[in-house]
């Protein structure tokens, strides 16, 4: 299997889909404590998901390296807003099909993410995400795994305030 790079450069699919995986590795655990890396890595996934010179080759080696659940995480992991709007950008690139919105659904956290995403003051952040929003609002299929996911979150926020108020005791 041998493709081509984002730089235009051949190399086997399994190079490209490790070189990915680093990639959205670096997005997403680095996202609280080196925002600007963070903002880089998730720059390049999205430039590879909006290659359109390749009919999407590039979108797809995003998506089956994990890129969907990498860009949920560092959207649900990261307290910064350039990174936040760089996880969205990459997401809303990323989740067109049904397989890759419900991975995002599955992602812990990446709901509430969203939700909160679609509130923050930022304008570009607030739009993307309810431009998200909406997508995923809309597919049927989705919904009963959109509300437990957000009746997960609500039981865990209920607990935690639970425990807190217990500590404060």
């Known amino acids: 299997d041998r493709g081509v790079r984002a730089d235009g450069v051949e190399g086997s699919d399994a190079h490209h889909t490790d070189a990915i995986r680093g990639v959205a590795d670096v997005g997403t655990h680095e996202a609280s404590s080196h925002a600007a890396v963070s ?14 010179s390749d009919r999407g080759a590039a979108r797809t080696a995003v998506v089956r390296a994990g890129g969907v ?19 969205l950008l990459g997401l809303a690139m990323t989740t067109s099909g049904l397989a890759q919105q419900a991975e995002l659904v599955r992602v812990h956290g990446a709901m509430p ?22 997508v995923l609002g809309r597919n049927e299929e ?13 039981e865990e ?11 404060a005791a």
């Open 113 to 134: 993410a969203i939700m909160a995403a679609a509130r923050s003051g930022d304008q570009a952040v607030t739009g993307i995400s309810k431009d998200l929003w909406g």
């Open 142 to 154: 989705l919904r009963p795994a959109i509300v437990a996911a957000l009746r997960t979150h609500a």
């Open 157 to 167: 926020q209920q607990r935690l305030g639970a425990v807190d108020g217990m500590d």
């Open 39 to 52: 903002e880089s890595a998730l720059d390049f996934l999205c430039v590879l998901a909006s290659k359109r």
């Open 69 to 87: 659940t990498a860009l949920a995480e560092a959207l649900v992991s990261s307290t910064d807003n350039e990174v936040k709007l760089r996880a």
